[in-house]
């Protein structure tokens, strides 16, 4: 049973290539865990068994939670258990698992790229994938017939979060100990806190908007993002346990305060861009080099500001990262998709907001406007 309390755990410096997933250590994590371990040593946590494998939708929230709750049960029932990060960044490949001789694979708040789930099944006795996504249920039909040791579960109702919590908590419900059955998932002095805290997910990830001051929970929650990775950051799952959404709440209002205003100081001087070389109309735009982490509320500024002088309501951000020159769209109009301009270069994001590379020269052909 895990009755530990949990001092606040810091996150440790971001390490170099902190982006690099498919990194070597990931795959030495996952080689380590190939070979069974048959005994148990003397510590709580020791494991035994054929190891499970968990990859999480990075960087979702409900990824990492789904992967919490991963974790919880099978520290419960003592089973061994590698979780890892999936990113679209540097995606594992199939191969990569090939040998490693996982019982279960659980993909948690996506079913991977293509087939992806399909061909892990080869490999892996049991896959079990979790979904809340409208676009994957309309995937589905297309990836053909689905193997019979694949499970998908796919429920545009609940978030993959609360999903994933649920199936955990009535299977280790079905879990019997030495002395009985199991008690709950999460200790009781976490239940309310992490309930809480999947409630605001869950409401945001289903774009209900229902409770209270979400969009400044989603705001301080964009500060935490990047400590997700857990091959990066070892204490993710310590931390995710301690979010406290009155807290959140508390600096979300803090952080979008601050942010709108660092927004309206920077903006000055915006210029007039034709998207797609006109194909998708003109919109106001700015160069943020360096201020990348403001692109969101200067976007929503600039969409403001565009509308106001008859273009179009979309907010252009535009800085260089790592190399690349990257786009960002933004707009406060509700019958405005942004997204079917990023998708025709290659990127994506929802209709409010996305985001996509962009060549240099192409883009200079979107400013000739200003010539």
């Not at 996982?102 to 789930?117: E, H, N, R, S």
């Not at 999947?198 to 979400?214: I, S």
């Not at 933004?330 to 996509?356: H, V, W």
Request: proline share 5%; glycine share 6%; aromatic share 10%.
């Amino acid at each position: 049973m895990l009755r530990r309390r949990l001092a606040a755990v810091p996150s440790p410096p971001a390490p170099p290539f902190r982006r690099a997933f498919r990194s070597a250590s990931a795959l030495e994590a996952i080689r380590s865990h190939s070979l069974p371990s048959t005994t148990a040593s003397s510590g709580a946590d020791d494991q035994a068994g054929p190891a499970s494998l968990a990859l999480y939708n990075y960087p979702t929230f409900a990824g990492a939670y789904a992967a919490l709750a991963a974790r919880l049960f099978h520290r419960r029932v003592r089973r061994r258990l590698l979780v890892l990060p999936f990113s679209s960044v540097e995606p594992f490949r199939v191969d990569d698992f090939k040998d490693a001789g996982f019982q279960t694979c659980y993909l948690l708040d996506f079913i991977g790229p293509k087939t992806f789930a399909f061909e892990l099944s080869q490999f892996v006795p049991s896959v079990i994938a979790f979904d809340h996504r409208q676009s994957t249920l309309a995937r589905i039909p297309q990836l053909g017939q689905c193997p019979s040791n694949v499970e998908l579960h796919i429920d545009t109702t609940k978030s993959s979060a609360r999903a994933v919590f649920d199936y955990f908590s009535k299977k280790l419900a079905g879990t019997k100990s030495d002395s009985g059955l199991y008690e709950n998932l999460l200790d009781q002095e976490d239940v309310e806190r992490v309930s809480n805290v999947l409630g605001y997910v869950e409401d945001a990830d289903l774009r209900r908007w229902q409770l209270p001051n979400t969009k400044e929970f989603q705001t301080a929650l964009r500060d935490e993002r990047a400590k997700l990775n857990c091959v990066t950051n070892p204490h993710v799952f310590e931390q995710l346990l301690q979010l406290d959404v009155s807290n959140l709440l508390t600096k979300g209002k803090l952080l979008a305060h601050d942010r709108q205003q660092a927004a309206w100081e920077f903006i000055h001087k915006p210029f007039k861009i034709q998207l797609g070389r006109g194909s998708y109309g003109e919109c106001l735009a700015i160069r943020a080099d360096g201020h990348s982490k403001l692109s969101h509320e200067i976007g929503l500024e600039l969409s403001r500001m565009s509308a106001a002088v008859g273009l179009r309501p979309i907010g252009a951000v535009v800085f260089m990262q790592r190399g690349i020159l990257k786009i960002c769209l933004r707009t406060t109009d509700s019958t405005t998709n942004t997204a079917e301009i990023a998708k025709a270069y290659g990127g994506g994001g929802k209709p409010n907001s996305s985001s996509f590379a962009l060549r240099m020269d192409e883009f200079n052909s979107w400013t000739s406007v200003n010539s």
